[in-house]
């Protein structure tokens, strides 16, 4: 049995940013424990939705930033639970640093299939993997992100859109969509499903938002109880 997670409202980008900063340099969780939290709790939810682990391909689209990071995090999870797991980075691999640098790192180390989807030429490679695939993860952009997708994120949303017969799953938000409006860009990820990290956002409210979302789980990542907004003791009343 997981210990169960009831988070609290619906924050703001601005929100989000704050908590992550109370949660690094005042309550001293890192970032790079946030992000393994994250990325493990998304990996359960995928695994979960997999008729056959064993016999299941996952594509994961990963950007550069944190987003990216909990991507990796997802497929080192994945590959180590038996499933067949290749990850197609957006921009090459010198653009991920920090802690998603760092679980890139530990992939390549363990010899995961790594795509650099930022070369043209391999994009081909990126469609087979995506129609043998029962799960796309989309970890390309994450609430910082504004305006419409460019270059070869906004190539890589369309190949999984195009995509028939893969379950689409949003890590945090669906690349493209604006957390705190709700306003969907060009392209924009269509998901079935967005694991929504720490809490959902204010901007999934709208009609427009709802025809991008799917499913929309929240899922912990870590931060201490008493600092997420209206968040209430999930055994009171028990």
């Known amino acids: ?32 424990v946030l992000m393994e939290n994250a990325g493990r709790n998304i990996a359960d939810f995928v695994y979960g939705t997999l008729i056959d682990p064993a016999k299941s391909h996952v594509l994961i689209l990963c950007g550069p930033g944190n987003n ?4 990796f995090v997802v497929a080192r999870h994945l590959h180590n639970g038996g499933v067949s797991v290749q990850v197609a980075l957006a921009l090459p691999r ?15 180390r363990m010899d995961l299939p790594l795509i650099d989807a ?28 504004g305006g419409d997708p460019r270059g070869g994120i906004a190539t890589l949303i369309e190949l999984a859109n195009e995509t028939r ?34 809490a959902a956002k204010v901007g999934f409210e709208t ?13 912990d990542i870590g931060l201490p109880r008493d600092l997420i907004p209206r968040r209430e003791n999930p055994t009171r009343g028990a």
């Open 118 to 145: 930022s070369n043209p030429e391999r994009l081909d490679e990126v469609r087979d993997a995506a129609r043998s695939s029962d799960v796309i993860v989309d970890a390309l952009l994450g609430t910082g992100s």
């Open 165 to 198: 017969g893969a379950r689409r799953v949003a890590v945090d938000i669906p690349s493209g969509l604006n957390a705190d409006t709700g306003e969907v860009g060009t392209p924009c990820f269509h998901a079935d499903a967005t694991v929504s990290l720490l």
């Open 207 to 219: 009609a427009a938002a709802r025809s991008v979302l799917g499913r929309v789980i929240v899922a």
């Open 68 to 71: 990216g990071g909990d991507g």
């Open 1 to 32: 049995m997981s210990i169960p997670y009831v988070p609290g409202d619906a924050l703001t980008v601005l929100q989000v940013r704050e908590l992550d900063v109370l949660a690094i340099e005042h309550v001293g969780i890192s970032g790079l």
């Open 94 to 108: 010198d653009r991920s640093r920090g802690d998603a640098g760092v679980n890139l790192a530990v992939l390549e």
